[in-house]
C-alpha cells in the first residue's frame, strides 16, 4: 500500500507535536532546574520518530533518534538545563520541522543534518562520558527455531492512541513479510485507509520462527499493544474475536469521540451550503409571490432546515485560537534574545473560537505586530531601569468575544509611539498636512500602515523596511476586520483587530441606493434612525448628527457613489456603524430588511471606491455589492 496518502495526516500530526516541543523548552528555559518538560519533550519527539519510521522518512527518523538519546540522556542524568543545552534543543527542533515539512513534499533528499546531528551526538557524550550517545540495543541472537505448523493465526491490535493506525498496519505487515509469506489479510489492507479501521487485524504466517520471535518482530514496529500467534499471546489477553471494531476503541475508556477531518471537505460543504441559502432565498421569494400555503410550508421547512444545517457546518468549522496563537511565545522570545531585551509573553483566551479559514490567515498579521512590540515597543533594559520601569517588558496577547465579533489585541508595556516625531517626519514626505499640529489615533494608525513607513533608525534583521503595519491592515481589511491602535508615550502601544467570527455567510442589513442593493454587514451595525428626524451639524466642516450626546459623522451614500439617477427621498434612514470608538452614520434612500448573504470574493476593478468588501447573490439572482464598515467609518 502505497503511504503517501497519509502523508497530510503525518504532518499535521507531526506540527502539534513540535508545538508542543516549542512550549516545553520555554518552560523549561523559565525554570532550569525543572526536569518535568523533558519527559514531555521526550514523548513527543518518541512520537515523531515513530511516525516517520512509520512512513519510511529516514533521516526524519535518525534526527528524531539523536534529540531522543540526548533527552534520555538528561532525564536519566537529572542534569539542570544550561543555555548552551536549550539553544541545540532549539535549533534541532526547528531542523526536525524543516525535515518534516521537505519529507512530506518528496524533498528529503535536500536535508543537511550532518551538523546538527553531530552537535547532538557531542552534548550526549559530554553528559553520560562513560556512555558516548546511545546505541540501539543489539537484537539478541535467534533461537533455535521451533517445528510449528505453517500458515499460523496472527492476531494484532494496536494502541487505541497510536496516530497512523493504517501506516503502522503495513510497517507491522512489513515485518512479518521479513519471516516469510503473508496470506489471508483480515480486513484487506484497503480497509487501512478507512476512517473507521480501528488497529484491529489479521493474517496468516508461513514462518518457522518460534512464536516468541514472531511476536517481538511484530512488536518491534512500534505502538502495538498486543499479538497472539497460533493461540500463545504477548502483552495481555487476546482480543476476543467476536468482538465487533468499535470495542476496541473501549480500551483506555471509549471509543474516541474525535476524528480528523481534511478542511477541503469543510469548505466544500460550506460552498453547498452557500449555494443552498441562494436557493432558499429564491424559494421564499416565490412563496411569497405564489401565496400557496403548500408552498409557504415547504418554503418553512427548507428555511429551518437549511439553517440547522449551517449552523452545524459553521460549528464544525470553529477552531480555538490556542492553534495560531501557540506559535508566538518561541518567536517572542526569539527575536527578544537578539534585540539583546527581556521580555515576559503572555497569552489570553486561547479558548476563544474563529472560523478556520479566518484563524489561518491570521499568522502573518500578528506576526509582525508581535515584532514590531518587541522591537519597537519593549526598550532595552537599561533603559527601563532608567524610566523605573522593570527591567523585563510585556507583551500580551488577548482574544475577546464581543457580539458576533472576535477582538484581538497586542499590547505592550513599552516606549509608545512619539506622535511628535511621528508627524514631523510624515510632513517631511507630504503624508499629512504640513498645518497639522497632532495625529489621532485614527490619522496615526494611517501614517504607520503607509507601505515603506517606519520608525526605525537603522535596517536589522528584526526590521526598519518599512513593513509590518502595512501588511497587518491589508490582511485584516480582507478578512472584513479592522485594526485600531492605542498609544501613549512612555506607557505603551495597543493593536485591537476585530474580525467577524465567520467569512462565508453573515447576516447583513440590505439597504437601497437609487435602484441597487446594497448590503452591510450586521456585526459593525449599532443602530439605526431617521434622517430628518434628529438634528443636524457640522463638525470639522463634515455634516454629522449628535445621538445621545455622541457626535456621529454622517457619509450620504448617494453622494459617495456619484448616484443622480432619480431624486433622493425626503426622510432617508441613516445606518449608524460603530467600530470600536469610532461611529459614522450612513445615509441611504431605503432599508430592505435583514438577511443572511452569501459572501462572495470580489476583486474590485480599477478606480473603484475602497468601500466594498465583497459581493453576494440576491434571491432573485442579481448580484449586490457588500459594503466595507472599515471603509465608510
Not at 80 to 109: C, I, K, M, N
Not at 156 to 163: D, H, I, K, Q
Not at 212 to 239: F, N, R, S
Not at 299 to 313: F, G, K, T
Request: charged share 25%; glycine share 10%.
Amino acid at each position: 500500500m502505497d503511504l503517501s496518502q497519509y502523508a497530510e495526516l503525518f504532518l499535521a500530526e507531526s506540527r502539534e507535536h513540535l508545538s508542543a516541543c516549542n512550549q516545553l523548552l520555554l518552560e523549561w528555559e523559565r525554570h532550569p532546574a525543572g526536569l518535568t518538560p523533558v519527559s514531555g519533550l521526550f514523548r513527543a519527539v518518541h512520537t515523531v520518530k515513530g511516525m516517520a519510521a512509520t512512513m519510511g522518512y529516514a533521516r526524519v527518523t535518525d534526527l528524531a533518534h539523536r534529540m531522543e538519546n540526548l533527552l534520555d540522556v538528561q532525564r536519566r542524568g537529572a542534569h539542570p538545563a544550561t543555555d548552551e543545552l536549550l539553544q541545540l534543543l532549539f535549533r534541532a527542533r526547528d531542523a526536525l520541522e524543516r525535515a518534516v515539512e521537505l519529507s512530506v513534499v518528496g524533498r528529503e533528499r535536500e536535508l543537511d543534518v550532518a551538523a546538527i546531528v553531530a552537535d547532538l551526538e557531542q552534548a550526549a557524550a559530554r553528559m553520560a562520558p562513560a556512555r558516548p550517545g546511545e546505541r540501539p540495543v543489539p537484537s539478541p541472537a535467534p533461537t533455535e527455531p521451533e517445528p510449528e505448523a505453517a500458515g499460523r493465526l496472527v492476531q494484532v491490535t494496536l494502541r487505541p492512541e497510536a496516530p497512523l493506525k493504517g501506516g503502522r498496519a503495513v510497517l507491522v505487515l512489513k515485518r512479518a513479510q521479513a519471516l516469510g509469506a503473508v496470506h489471508a489479510v483480515t480486513p484487506p489492507v484497503t480497509a487501512f485507509e478507512a476512517d473507521e479501521f480501528d488497529g484491529r487485524f489479521s493474517f496468516r504466517l508461513d514462518a518457522t520462527a518460534a512464536a516468541e520471535q514472531i511476536e517481538a518482530a511484530l512488536k518491534a514496529a512500534g505502538d502495538v499493544a498486543h499479538v497472539t500467534v497460533g493461540g500463545a499471546e504477548a502483552g495481555g489477553p487476546a482480543p476476543d474475536p467476536g468482538a465487533t471494531p468499535g470495542d476496541a476503541g473501549a480500551v483506555g475508556g471509549g471509543p474516541s469521540r474525535h476524528i480528523r477531518v481534511d478542511l477541503r471537505r469543510l469548505d466544500g460543504l460550506m460552498d453547498l451550503i452557500g449555494e443552498l441559502i441562494t436557493v432558499r432565498g429564491r424559494l421564499n421569494q416565490l412563496a411569497a409571490e405564489r401565496r400557496d400555503p403548500a408552498v409557504d410550508d415547504v418554503a418553512i421547512q427548507v428555511s429551518r432546515l437549511s439553517s440547522d444545517l449551517q449552523a452545524e457546518i459553521l460549528h464544525a468549522r470553529m477552531t480555538p485560537v490556542w492553534q495560531v496563537f501557540d506559535r508566538f511565545p518561541r518567536l517572542v522570545r526569539d527575536v527578544a534574545r537578539e534585540l539583546g531585551k527581556q521580555v515576559a509573553f503572555r497569552v489570553e483566551g486561547k479558548e476563544i473560537e474563529l472560523d478556520r479559514a479566518i484563524l489561518d490567515e491570521l499568522g502573518d498579521p500578528l506576526m509582525h505586530l508581535l515584532r514590531n512590540a518587541v522591537d519597537h515597543g519593549i526598550e532595552p533594559p537599561a533603559e527601563r531601569r532608567r524610566r523605573g520601569k522593570p527591567p523585563e517588558g510585556e507583551v500580551v496577547l488577548t482574544a475577546q468575544r464581543e457580539r458576533a465579533s472576535v477582538t484581538i489585541t497586542v499590547a505592550d508595556d513599552g516606549r509608545g509611539v512619539d506622535r511628535r516625531k511621528i508627524l514631523e517626519r510624515a510632513q517631511r514626505e507630504g503624508v499629512v498636512d504640513a498645518h497639522a499640529d497632532a495625529l489621532t489615533d485614527e490619522q496615526l494608525l494611517r501614517v504607520l500602515a503607509r507601505p515603506g513607513f517606519s520608525t526605525a533608525e537603522a535596517v536589522t534583521s528584526v526590521s526598519g523596511r518599512g513593513v509590518g503595519i502595512d501588511v497587518a491592515m491589508t490582511r485584516i481589511r480582507a478578512l472584513g476586520g479592522t485594526i485600531e491602535i492605542r498609544s501613549e508615550l512612555g506607557k505603551g502601544t495597543t493593536f485591537v483587530l476585530r474580525l467577524p467570527v465567520t467569512l462565508a455567510i453573515v447576516r447583513a442589513i440590505m439597504a437601497s441606493v437609487g435602484p441597487e442593493r446594497y448590503a452591510l454587514p450586521l456585526t459593525y451595525v449599532a443602530e439605526t434612525v431617521e434622517f430628518g428626524a434628529v438634528t443636524t451639524t457640522m463638525v470639522e466642516g463634515r455634516e454629522a448628527i449628535v445621538l445621545r450626546d455622541h457626535v456621529v459623522p454622517l457619509v450620504h451614500l448617494r453622494r459617495l457613489l456619484g448616484v443622480t439617477s432619480d431624486r433622493a427621498p425626503a426622510r432617508a434612514p441613516i445606518i449608524v456603524l460603530e467600530l470600536g470608538d469610532r461611529r459614522a452614520g450612513v445615509v441611504v434612500d431605503g432599508m430592505l430588511g435583514q438577511q443572511e448573504i452569501v459572501v462572495k470574493g470580489f476583486d474590485a476593478p480599477q478606480g473603484t471606491l475602497p468601500v466594498f468588501s465583497g459581493a453576494t447573490i440576491m434571491g432573485d439572482g442579481v448580484p449586490a455589492l457588500i459594503l466595507d464598515a472599515a471603509g465608510l467609518v
